[in-house]
């Protein structure tokens, strides 16, 4: 082997390899973008359409980990929800590899399936229309419907595909492959509900045995290359497959007749490893990681090019720094945002970045134009707080050994098959190469409940208008109208008064704003559209809508003219509790919050909210209550003239009142009841109240008790 051929051949073998990959490609982004960033077929990020496409991507070789992180969930304390997620993204299959012959050529076709006793009952072979051998083994009367059909494929996402169930499409190849036992002829399928990245992005349809294949051979029942179905069960299949594992013999299956699942399976195996045409496999629906993206912002891969083969930077030379370019766009030509750069070059005699000028493919070499995926960084972060001053290495062994892992990780479980299942890999990883010192990342873990937002709601409602007359309608324009929450709810519960009302009230109005019309009539249904409103505009407490702050908001110039039907001379919102989002307008500035009631206040809400778990709705105003309680901790301490503690005994109610706190409270911290934990502050301070106590031998003890919730004002009490 020469030097270049054992390069290629080790890229086969490593943890990160290049490879030509299905990626989600974004042209209007110029970029390859993670199942998760997608959301129904665009870009989550500016709504841009996505097509799949082959690159030659820097890819992480998950897969080889499936296994172990799969057992690694059974040593940690995790949900059982986030979890069984893992489980599911991992999909460990227990089966059989088989390879079909394709008639006439050197081709195999290569299938796993989980139900090798039902091999017998193969009735056509669908391949992903990305597979590689689509394109070799289409016959020429087949390659038109084909290429159409792949270029149609190219802009669904794979998420789309796999959650699209009722949709039923493919197109027939020309091709067939011979069964390795009977050798009869089996026509090839392409199909999109098969993907290229799982498995090996090939099926052997049973449709007797198989709703989705059952499905697929009755829609196209005879067409060219969809033979009639064959039965190899001793069931009825004319109403649906039969798809149990279980209450059947296997009949016109050969060495299988009369054999039960389980006996089949093994026996199907045996036959299949004697002919060379197949053998036993455990699969995994894990895909390796995509590891490249076309964005400027990124860890830059420290890798230059030698005849084409990746060569690793030594690290006693890192890192790479970024380049500057004139534009964070790809290229012209379709290259990531490095292809701008004019010094990206490796010098390996300097042993340093240079200018692309110097480049000449024998001391000076193009460098990777690719960069690090977010989680390059997210993978490993909290290693790097063990030891974050160190600048030799991104932790010291003493300071893993100290620190071992994360105790107690707190995050949502949106992160489940990403963030989470990427840092368990890692970990993995650095543990092989001796660095961890932990299999395992994060030893328990809890995904915090979502604080959810108050959303306001304005009602605008209009009609069809017929109007008569000398008008100027584009220079005075029909002005926009408004209802309560109260009519608006009247009227789409059907209370005519209430839409009559609403009628007179707009023709009124119309007639005032257009003095010269001759005839002005509502036209067709009433049209009533909610909006979201910004919370700057109202009174959170009364939900009264300030019309005139509305009419000044920049968000809302159009407007300016609008005429309200007020409800006792208040206009009065909708609320509905909704996720937080900027688009909602329902966003509270937490530094609002601290800036007009203390962090303290807020650090309290938030906890006294609900439980850590459950998703919980924000009400601005519940945190006056919150507020009232600090401030009457605070007159424990202090009344007008200063600090009132004294050193007296205490009574006994006294000492009950704070022993309780302090059991209830360290119950609900090892608990993570941190909501319940307020309660009882709030109790100990109102008994404590009543009891009139001043005692330094209680206030000391609460004024540490309550420091982890409320911080400030535990530190200034202690002080003082």
């Known amino acids: 082997f020469s030097e270049d051929e054992k390069a290629r051949l080790l890229l086969k073998y490593r943890l990160t390899y290049l490879a030509e990959t299905e990626v989600n490609w974004c042209p209007a ?28 991507q820097w890819s992480m070789r998950i897969s080889a980990y499936a296994e172990r992180l799969l057992q690694g969930l059974e040593t940690i304390d995790w949900t059982e929800s986030l979890k069984e997620s893992q489980r599911n993204w991992i999909g460990k299959s227990v089966g059989a590899s088989v390879k079909f ?11 796993f399936t989980t139900r090798p006793d039902t091999i017998f009952g193969v009735t056509f072979m669908t391949l992903a229309p990305e597979h590689e051998l689509v394109a070799q083994i289409t016959t020429p009367e087949q390659k038109a419907v084909v290429e159409a059909y792949i270029e149609a494929t190219a802009k669904r996402s794979e998420r789309d595909r796999m959650a699209d169930v009722k949709t039923i499409s493919g197109v027939f190849t020309g091709a067939y492959a011979e069964h390795p036992f009977t050798k009869e002829p089996i026509p090839v399928w392409i199909g999109d509900y098969v993907l290229a990245g799982y498995g090996t992005g090939a099926v052997m349809a049973v449709p007797c045995g198989d709703e989705r294949d059952y499905a697929f051979a009755n829609y196209f029942k005879e067409t060219l290359g969809m ?27 050969d060495f299988l007749n009369g054999l ?76 990531p945002p490095l292809g701008n750069a004019t010094v990206w070059a490796w010098d390996t005699k300097q042993c340093a970045v240079v200018s692309n000028q110097f480049i000449d493919h024998v001391t000076v070499f193009p460098l990777e134009l690719n960069t690090m995926p977010g989680w390059a960084g997210s993978s490993w972060y909290w290693m790097r707080y063990m030891d974050a001053k160190n600048e030799s290495e991104f932790a010291s ?23 989470l299942l990427y840092a368990r890999f890692w970990n993995k990883f650095l543990k092989d190469r001796g660095f961890a010192p932990t299999e395992e990342p994060f030893k328990k873990l809890i995904n915090q409940g979502m604080i959810l937002g108050m959303s306001a709601f304005v009602y605008r409602i209009s009609w069809m208008l017929s109007l008569g007359g000398e008008v100027d309608v584009k220079n005075s324009p029909i002005p926009y109208f408004f209802i309560t929450k109260s009519k608006y709810d009247s009227i789409v519960k059907g209370d005519k008064q209430a839409l009559k009302d609403a009628e007179e009230f707009y023709l009124k109005s119309l007639n005032e704003f257009y003095p010269n019309a001759i005839s002005l009539s509502l036209v067709g249904d009433v049209n009533i559209v909610p909006l979201h409103v910004d919370l700057s505009v109202i009174n959170d407490i009364t939900n009264e809508l300030d019309i005139e702050k509305f009419k000044a908001h920049p968000l809302y110039s159009d407007y300016v003219d ?72 605070w007159r ?60 330094r031998a209680i206030l000391e003890p609460l004024a540490v008790l309550i420091s982890p919730y409320a911080p400030h004002i535990a530190e200034e009490l202690w002080n003082q």
């Open 260 to 335: 039960d699942y389980k006996a089949g399976t093994q026996k199907a195996i045996e036959e299949l490893e004697k002919i060379g045409a197949g053998k036993a496999k455990v699969n995994y629906r894990l895909r390796d990681a995509v590891f490249s993206r076309q964005r400027y912002w990124g860890e830059p891969f420290p890798v230059y090019y030698v005849n084409g083969l990746p060569q690793m930077i030594d690290a006693q030379h890192l890192p790479i720094v970024l380049p500057e370019v004139e534009k964070y766009l790809p290229t012209e030509d379709g290259q």
């Open 562 to 633: 609008a005429e309200f039907i007020l409800e006792d001379g208040k206009y009065i919102v909708g609320r509905e509790v909704e996720k937080m989002s900027k688009s909602k307008y329902n966003v509270v500035n937490p530094d609002d919050i601290c800036n007009e009631y203390g962090a303290d206040t807020l650090r309290l809400y938030e906890m006294f909210l609900g439980p850590l778990e459950q998703a919980k709705p924000w009400n601005t105003a519940g945190i006056t209550g919150v507020y009232g309680f600090l401030k009457k901790l």
């Open 636 to 695: 424990l301490y202090f009344d007008d003239n200063g600090l009132v503690v004294v050193n007296d005994e205490p009574t006994a109610d006294m000492y009950k009142t704070l022993h309780k706190t302090i059991k209830k409270v360290t119950e609900d911290i090892e608990n993570f009841s941190f909501n319940t934990s307020v309660s009882q502050f709030m109790i100990c301070v109102n008994e404590l109240a009543q009891q009139k106590c001043r005692h």
């Open 227 to 253: 033979p009639e179905i064959k039965n190899i069960f001793n069931q009825d299949i004319s109403e649906a497959a039969f798809a149990e594992k279980s209450g059947f013999e296997l009949v016109a299956s």
């Open 29 to 56: 982004l110029g970029t390859v973008l993670a199942n998760d960033e997608i959301v129904n077929g665009v870009s989550e990020r500016g709504g841009h359409p996505v097509i799949r496409k082959k690159m030659t």
């Open 101 to 111: 012959q394709v008639s006439g050529s050197k081709f195999q076709i290569e299938v």
């Open 397 to 419: 062994e003493n300071a893993l050994q100290y620190w071992q892992n994360v105790d107690l990780y707190i995050g949502g479980s949106e992160h489940a098959t990403g963030h």
